[in-house]
């Protein structure tokens, strides 16, 4: 637990500093989550094969929920910085830069991994770190189309072979929208004791963003208003970038009696990078949370029959800004998976 619980916490530390203070501690934030990722997952690359069973981890879930606590600590912190005297331009859009980055690649794994666990306060949590970034509704979206129809044309997070990220990212967040309130109507629907309209899991996302907005405000004014949705645009960007990786190009077959398939390690790309693996509370480990969604992260499995990324996730992330060189990278590579 150790690695997971550096690679996460040593960037927030040197994020909080820097919104506190200023000063070099936001470089040496973002720098760290950049820079220093790559070198690591290069020197450390064996590292990531070592796993174990779930219950190996007790201190997981902890994790989870101090990090979820911290980031949106955090954040308030560095709204606030932005309605402070004393912090300069550059200041001001490297914490933007930096909570941006926190958000996507720590944040959203954090919540992502609180969105599944089983204790309702826990999957509050994890909502509240998505509503923090204006993003809400992804909790819904991931757990009641992306799990059930992942792979196919009713996912809007499944990238199809050819689409570039910046298409995909506009289908991507309106689809899921859209998607994930039909689907928790359609369960609400099916309830034998109507719920009530207020108890809609989309008014719990619109309230979260809208509090997050008036904090914003309480804290720096418009300013802080402009803080918050630069550093929650900054963090969906990331976010629509980790389901495009994870899943680009990837079909599940149909069977001669015209059912899906059913979800396997053949459709989700995988990481085995130890550093950004950990950065990240195990989330390129992809196949094996589909597989289990319930998992813990820290006893998520790397196998030898998954679709392996190139490079690690962050690398990806930056290719896929560039379609043309993410087509170069993973058209073929797709195609013989889908292949098979």
């Keep these: 637990?150790?690695?997971?619980?550096?690679?996460?916490?040593?960037?927030?530390?040197?994020?909080?500093?820097?919104?506190?203070?200023?000063?070099?501690?936001?470089?040496?934030?973002?720098?760290?989550?950049?820079?220093?990722?790559?070198?690591?997952?290069?020197?450390?690359?064996r590292a990531a094969a070592a796993t174990g069973r779930a219950d190996e981890f007790p201190t997981g879930d902890a994790l989870a929920v101090a990090l979820a606590v911290i980031l949106l600590a955090g954040l308030a912190l560095a709204v606030r910085a932005f309605g402070q005297e004393?912090?300069?331009?550059?200041?001001?859009?490297?914490?933007?830069?930096?909570?941006?980055?926190?958000?996507?690649?720590i944040g959203h794994p954090v919540a992502h991994e609180l969105i599944h666990r089983r204790p309702v306060w826990m999957r509050g949590l994890g909502g509240a770190v998505y509503a923090a970034v204006l993003m809400g509704h992804h909790g819904s979206s991931h757990l009641r189309v992306h799990h059930v129809h992942v792979g196919t044309d009713d996912d809007?997070?499944?990238?199809?072979?050819?689409?570039?990220?910046?298409?995909?990212?506009?289908r991507a967040?309106?689809?899921?929208?859209?998607?994930?309130?039909?689907?928790?109507?359609?369960?609400?629907?099916?309830?034998?004791?109507?719920?009530?309209?207020?108890?809609h899991p989309y008014i719990a996302h619109a309230l979260g963003a809208g509090l997050a907005l008036v904090v914003a405000f309480g804290l720096a004014g418009m300013g802080g208003i402009a803080a918050l949705i630069g550093i929650a645009a900054y963090a969906q960007v990331q976010?629509?970038?980790?389901?495009?990786?994870?899943?680009?190009?990837?079909?599940?077959?149909?069977?001669?009696?015209?059912?899906?398939?059913?979800?396997?390690?053949?459709?989700?790309?995988?990481?085995?990078?130890?550093?950004s693996s950990a950065m990240m509370l195990n989330a390129p480990r992809h196949s094996d949370h589909h597989a289990h969604p319930?998992?813990?992260?820290?006893?998520?499995?790397?196998?030898?029959?998954?679709?392996?990324?190139?490079r690690a996730v962050p690398v990806?992330?930056?290719?896929?800004?560039?379609?043309?060189?993410?087509?170069?990278?993973?058209?073929?590579?797709?195609?013989?998976?889908?292949?098979?």
Excluded at 31 to 37: D, G, V
Excluded at 86 to 105: D, N, Y
Excluded at 188 to 195: F, I, Q
């Design 294 to 310: 319930a998992r813990p992260f820290p006893a998520l499995r790397l196998e030898q029959n998954m679709p392996v990324l190139p």
């Design 1 to 45: 637990m150790f690695l997971f619980q550096f690679a996460t916490l040593a960037p927030l530390a040197l994020l909080i500093a820097g919104s506190l203070t200023g000063g070099w501690w936001i470089a040496g934030a973002v720098a760290m989550i950049t820079l220093f990722t790559w070198a690591a997952d290069h020197l450390m690359r």
């Design 239 to 275: 976010i629509l970038l980790s389901d495009y990786i994870q899943h680009y190009g990837l079909r599940r077959a149909r069977r001669p009696d015209g059912r899906l398939e059913p979800v396997g390690p053949q459709h989700s790309w995988n990481a085995p990078q130890a550093w």
């Design 173 to 199: 967040w309106g689809g899921s929208f859209m998607a994930g309130l039909r689907a928790e109507s359609a369960l609400r629907a099916r309830a034998s004791v109507p719920p009530s309209w207020w108890s």
């Design 156 to 170: 809007p997070a499944s990238a199809p072979l050819g689409m570039g990220f910046w298409r995909y990212a506009v």
């Design 86 to 105: 004393g912090f300069s331009t550059a200041e001001r859009a490297g914490l933007l830069i930096g909570w941006g980055l926190a958000f996507g690649q």
């Design 316 to 340: 990806m992330a930056v290719a896929a800004l560039i379609p043309p060189l993410w087509r170069r990278m993973m058209d073929r590579r797709a195609k013989t998976w889908s292949a098979d």
